[in-house]
């Protein structure tokens, strides 16, 4: 891709068309800096833009679909940001869009929601059940994306006050598939000069906001090794090689990884999650399959431990007489980079959380083993990804993602909502080029 150089043209076009007024009254001046995270929670809570994020939500939760068949999600996408007159780049990495909003021109600064759901069953009984078998947006993604275009319609509204131009990004695949890797290498993030990005959260209460500067997730990778034996009687075992037993020693050794070769001060994690092997009570089977994932906060560490984890994979099979092979599966699995975050973002973050929500309602967090391939935009330009809590006692409990009796408190939509807008707006207000920053510039602020 060339870049974004069509960009202008486009933006060029759409102000020709959409009627333009000006916003004497604007509050995205830098005069009023610190009132806008406020007006933007305002605005979002707005009953009419309140329902629209909701009755969006709720039609792609009814619909879930998975990493990078996301159509007819990215479909809705698509026809929103058409009736919000928000230029649009489709389709980037199969089911992406890359929409923008403002002046065309630097500084770029994006905002990112991911689309996809889960293989799994909602138990949920509700009006909006997934109305698909065996799928569900058990993540939250379906708010993401709701969050993100409620973000959107504020921001259009206010295009002509934009000092900057905002990248929507709608990513597809989050879920293991890796689809921000795909977006970047599409060259989505050329000219951008920060990101941001959310996720719902149970684990804190609603209008409160969880992050820290630095390692924030875990970089992750799914390995997959064949222990070949040869199968036999299992009543005369001096006849056969068994994999079974073979398995079992590789399994146990590969716990001595993180136990034994590990700092006990670094977090890392090694788990078997697949195991199968034979099917009979007296047959010993020709091979076991294992599978499972490693964890580390480091890119040294997670080298370390691929490289470790397959000596330790053939090794112990030998030991055993047994050949194995392991595959990491990269290609449609890629190794999930450590989520840093930007330390000058994170001081962003808090002035304008803590302006919107209360210094009291920002917690600092510690690193989750968990994952997100946010990390891959994280690593290419400045990005910083935070924690929206939807608890609320009084609406009964929230089950954390991944439960098939995951909800979303729809109450937190407005929050994402405007910390998104917030978050760029201010990033665009406080990033002005030299030539046309007056002196004392508030660039010193970040
Ligand atoms: C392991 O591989 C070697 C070399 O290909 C082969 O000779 C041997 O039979 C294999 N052993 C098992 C148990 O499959
Ligand atoms: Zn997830
Ligand atoms: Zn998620």
């Not at 302006?355 to 990005?383: H, Q, R, Y």
């Amino acid at each position: 891709m060339d870049g974004f150089r069509w960009v202008s043209l486009i933006f060029f076009t759409l102000c020709m068309l959409v009627p333009t007024s000006s916003w004497s009254n604007s509050f995205l001046t830098k005069e009023k800096l610190t009132e806008i995270p406020v007006k933007f929670l305002d605005l979002a809570k707005e009953t009419e833009l309140l329902n629209w994020m909701v009755g969006i939500r709720r039609a792609i939760h009814e619909n879930p679909e998975l990493g990078f068949e996301e159509f007819e999600t990215s479909k809705l996408i698509r026809t929103e940001l058409d009736k919000l007159g928000i230029a649009y780049k489709y389709p980037i990495a199969t089911t992406g869009i890359v929409g923008f909003i403002g002046t065309g021109k630097p500084p770029f600064v994006a905002i990112r929601a991911d689309m996809d759901a889960l293989a799994m069953k909602e138990a949920v009984e509700w009006e909006h059940k997934s109305k698909i078998p065996g799928k569900m947006h058990a993540c939250g993604h379906d708010a993401h994306v709701a969050m993100l275009l409620g973000a959107a319609k504020m921001l259009q509204e206010h295009r002509n006050d934009l000092q900057g131009t905002i990248v929507l990004v709608f990513q597809p695949a989050e879920e293991g598939g890796g689809g921000a890797k795909k977006m970047l290498d599409a060259g989505i993030l050329e000219n951008v000069d920060a990101i941001f990005g959310l996720h719902v959260s149970s684990s804190y209460p609603i209008g409160v906001v969880a992050a820290r500067s630095g390692p924030i997730l875990a970089g992750s990778g799914f390995f997959e090794a064949v222990i070949s034996g040869k199968g036999g009687h299992a009543a005369i075992p001096q006849h056969t090689i068994d994999p079974i037993l073979a398995a079992s020693n590789v399994i146990v050794s590969l716990q001595h990884l993180v136990s034994r070769e590990t700092d006990p001060l670094d977090s890392q994690v090694v788990t078997i999650a697949k195991f199968q092997g034979g099917g009979a009570f007296n047959v010993i089977p020709d091979t076991v399959t294992i599978g499972g994932t490693f964890r580390a906060f480091s890119k040294e560490n997670f080298m370390q431990l691929k490289q470790r984890i397959k000596e330790v994979i053939t090794g112990q099979a030998a030991v055993q007489r047994c050949n194995a092979t392991v595959n990491f599966h990269e290609d449609d699995m890629p190794f999930y980079p450590v989520t840093v975050n930007n330390k000058i973002l994170h001081e962003h973050f808090k002035s304008i959380a803590g302006e919107m929500l209360g210094t009291k309602n920002i917690k600092e967090m510690k690193p989750l083993m968990g994952t997100e391939d946010f990390s891959f935009f994280a690593e290419v330009v400045p990005g910083y990804f935070y924690h929206v809590g939807m608890q609320d006692e009084a609406q009964g409990p929230f089950p954390s993602v991944h439960s098939h009796h995951f909800k979303v408190n729809e109450d937190v939509l407005p929050y994402g909502a405007a910390l998104h807008a917030s978050l760029a707006t201010r990033y665009l207000l406080e990033h002005q080029p030299e030539y046309s920053s007056p002196k004392g510039s508030s660039h010193d602020e970040l």
